[in-house]
Every structure is written in structure tokens, then in C-alpha cells.
């Protein structure tokens, strides 16, 4: 700072016209470290699925993985660590931007522990939905469990930390919500359960009760600035285009609705809860839009493809089937949309992150 200031000065003694370009630097300059130095969040906080899933279901039982190449190619080492993408998640970009760390760790890594938790941690599970039968389809973490990991963690955080300063972690710490995608994908729309049961409409209902109750356990443990992640357009992903090839494999039309629906109910929970939790800074964060214009206006973003995903045939292939039996990708992630069948590229994500950091996340900077 010192320096910085004294250059400054120095700079008022030179020619008149260059004062004003010197100034404007150094004061971009200061922004820059004070972005740098303060936190805006001691901690990011995850619950969810593989669209934010660091790596938990490494540790589980399941065939929905992504440990091997060329999943995380473009990630730091090109290390694959689980997350669905060829690079980094949107919890990361998130994490970083808040001045957290640049990437969020699973709970369930042995190669982490508390103090690497203590700055950020993730308990999502990729296949994970908000209903209970979601996750039983590919026996992943069901959400109750991230729930109950949670718990676990606080107890942790107050050994490690002390009490007091746990306390404030927690409350301070921001908590990311991203799931919803798999309730109706994996689901609703594949098994002849929940929709033998209920309407579409029913289980959209049925879903935002469990996201209430949820939020209000969350709050109920002491998190305070908590952000609800909306549905993207689903039935433009690749593998839902693939399933639609008899209609000429455009997205399908009746997911991307029931996905506008699904956000308008999870807009007015996030406004009714905000009525009726003393203190909560909630929040919705809408992909949808966003995602929507990069679909719709690919090379406006530098993309090339859209429609068919940068892993093996990239139309039906993820987790296993991009991976260790068939490891052939695109040479270029940046130029796709999306990585895999059902999973966008870091590029994606990283739009995609921006632009909620530039909405709705910007209450919390
Ligand atoms: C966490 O691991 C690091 C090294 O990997 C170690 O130095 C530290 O003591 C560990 N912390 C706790 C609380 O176990
Ligand atoms: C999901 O399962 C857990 C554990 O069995 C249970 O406590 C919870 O009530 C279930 N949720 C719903 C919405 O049925």
C-alpha cells in the first residue's frame, strides 16, 4: 500500500495528460489487492449433485464415477478427481471469486481433513436428487445423508476451531444448493414410480417441500447466506437430445418447460423464506437463462458445438462410457458447450458462474 501511494504522488509531478491514466491504474490496482486480501466468505458450503460434486461418489459404491480421463484433463495436473466436467465446477469458480479457495474438496477424500475443510467443503453426490428415490436409483449419497455428513462436519469444525470461531464460520460461510436435474431426468421420467404416482406438477410440489424443509433444517443448524440453484434448460442436454432423435434431435420441449416451472416454484420459496427466517440471506440462483443464450447463440460465446458434447460420440456417453471404455474426446473442450452426455465443459461453467456471481450471488460481495 505504501508503495502503491507513493507512486501516486510521484505521478502528480509528471505531464498533465498522462495524470489521469496513472491514477486510473493504480486505483484498479488497489481494487485488485483489496480483492485479494478480503474474504467474503470464510467458507463455501456444497450441497447437491454432479453438477458440483468434487468427488464424494469417488468414495461410494456406485458405477456413477468420473476418477479416470479424460475427465479433469484442463483441471489443475490434469488430474481427474471426480468432478463431471474436463475442468473445474461451478462451486469452484464461486469459492474463488468470494476469495475462498480456487477449488472446493470432498468431504469424503481421505486426502483432506478438517483443516483443509475449515475453508470450504463439499458434500454433494453426483445422481443425487432432492427426492429420496433419486438417489437410490444409482445408490448414491441421498440428500438427508450430505445432511447428516453436515452435521458431523460441525462437530468437527468445533473441535478444530474452538467454539466461538466455528460458530462464526458457519454462520458466515456461504451454502451452495445445485440439484433437481436428476429428480426428473434419472427419475420422474425414466421409472414408472413417481409418475405413476404423482403428476408432473405433484412432483414438482413434492420436490420444493423437501427444499424447504431442507433449507429450514440448514437454518435450523445456523447457516444464514444460503443460495438455491435453479434447474438449466435440461432438454437440451446432449443425452435428452439423443433420446428425442425421432423428433429430429432438437431439445425436448415439455423438460425445458417443466424446468421453467420447477425455477418459478423455487423463486417464490426463496421469497417466502426470506418473510419468514429472521436473518437468512437467501438466494436463486437461476442457470437457466444463461444457459439458454449460450444454446441458442453458441458462437457468440466461441462456441462450435452445442448439440453433441466433447467426449466420445457426445451423444449419449458419461461417467464410465466417456472414460475407461472409451477414452477418445474432442481435442479442444472450449470449443463445446458440453463435456459429456449431461455435463457442461469448464468454459461453460465458468459463464455460467460469472453470471450468477453478476446476479444473484452479488448480495453476498
Ligand atoms: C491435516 O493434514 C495436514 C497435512 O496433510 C497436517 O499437517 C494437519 O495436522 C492435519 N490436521 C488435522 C487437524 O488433523
Ligand atoms: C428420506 O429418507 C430419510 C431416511 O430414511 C427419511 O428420514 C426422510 O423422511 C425421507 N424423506 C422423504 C421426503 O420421504
Not at 429428480?183 to 405433484?202: A, P
Not at 424447504?212 to 434447474?231: D, H, Q, V
Request: aromatic content about 12%; hydrophobic content about 40%; proline content about 5%.
Amino acid at each position: 500500500m505504501h508503495v502503491i501511494v507513493q507512486v501516486i504522488e510521484s505521478s502528480t509531478v509528471m505531464a498533465h495528460q498522462t495524470i489521469p491514466c496513472l491514477l486510473l491504474t493504480h486505483i484498479a490496482l488497489l481494487l485488485l489487492l483489496a480483492h485479494q486480501t478480503t474474504a467474503r466468505v470464510p467458507a463455501v458450503i456444497v450441497f447437491g449433485d454432479s453438477s458440483v460434486d468434487s468427488g464424494n461418489n469417488n468414495q461410494i459404491p456406485t458405477i456413477l464415477k468420473s476418477n479416470f480421463r479424460p475427465y479433469g484433463r484442463d483441471f489443475e495436473g490434469g488430474r481427474p478427481t471426480g468432478r463431471f466436467s474436463n475442468g473445474r465446477i461451478p462451486s469452484d469458480f464461486i469459492s474463488e471469486a468470494l476469495g475462498a479457495k480456487p477449488t472446493v474438496p470432498a468431504y469424503l477424500d481421505p486426502m483432506y481433513n478438517i483443516t483443509d475443510f475449515a475453508t470450504g467443503v463439499c458434500f454433494a453426490s453426483a445422481g443425487t436428487g432432492y427426492d429420496n428415490a433419486t438417489s437410490a436409483v444409482l445408490s448414491v449419497i441421498p440428500l438427508w445423508k450430505e445432511l447428516e455428513y453436515y452435521k458431523v462436519y460441525q462437530r468437527r469444525l468445533r473441535n478444530y476451531l474452538g467454539e466461538q470461531k466455528a460458530n462464526e464460520v458457519l454462520s458466515e460461510a456461504l451454502y451452495l444448493m445445485s440439484l433437481g436435474t436428476n429428480d426428473f431426468l434419472e427419475n420422474y421420467y425414466m421409472l414408472i414410480g413417481r409418475s405413476s404416482q404423482f403428476t408432473v406438477e405433484e412432483y414438482e410440489n413434492f420436490l420444493c417441500e423437501i427444499a424447504e424443509n431442507f433449507i429450514k433444517e440448514l437454518y435450523g443448524l445456523g447457516a444464514r447466506k444460503i443460495s438455491l440453484g435453479g434447474l438449466p434448460p435440461m432438454g437440451c442436454l446432449p443425452l435428452e437430445r439423443t433420446l428425442n432423435y425421432m423428433f429430429g434431435s432438437g431439445c425436448i420441449e415439455d423438460y425445458n418447460r417443466v424446468a421453467g416451472d420447477f425455477n418459478m416454484k423455487l423463486q417464490s420459496l426463496v421469497a417466502k423464506l426470506n418473510q419468514e427466517l429472521p436473518g437468512i440471506k437467501l438466494v436463486f440462483s437461476n442457470p437457466y437463462d444463461i444457459l439458454m443464450e449460450i444454446i441458442q447463440n453458441p458462437s457468440s460465446f466461441g462456441f462450435e458445438s452445442v448439440a453433441v458434447a466433447c467426449c466420445a460420440t457426445g451423444t449419449f456417453e458419461m461417467s464410465y462410457l466417456c472414460g475407461r471404455f472409451n477414452p477418445f474426446a474432442c481435442t479442444d473442450a472450449n470449443k463445446y458447450v458440453f463435456w459429456d452426455s449431461f455435463h457442461p465443459t469448464e468454459k461453460t461453467n465458468r459463464i455460467i458462474s460469472d453470471h450468477l456471481l453478476n446476479t444473484a450471488l452479488s448480495v453476498f460481495f
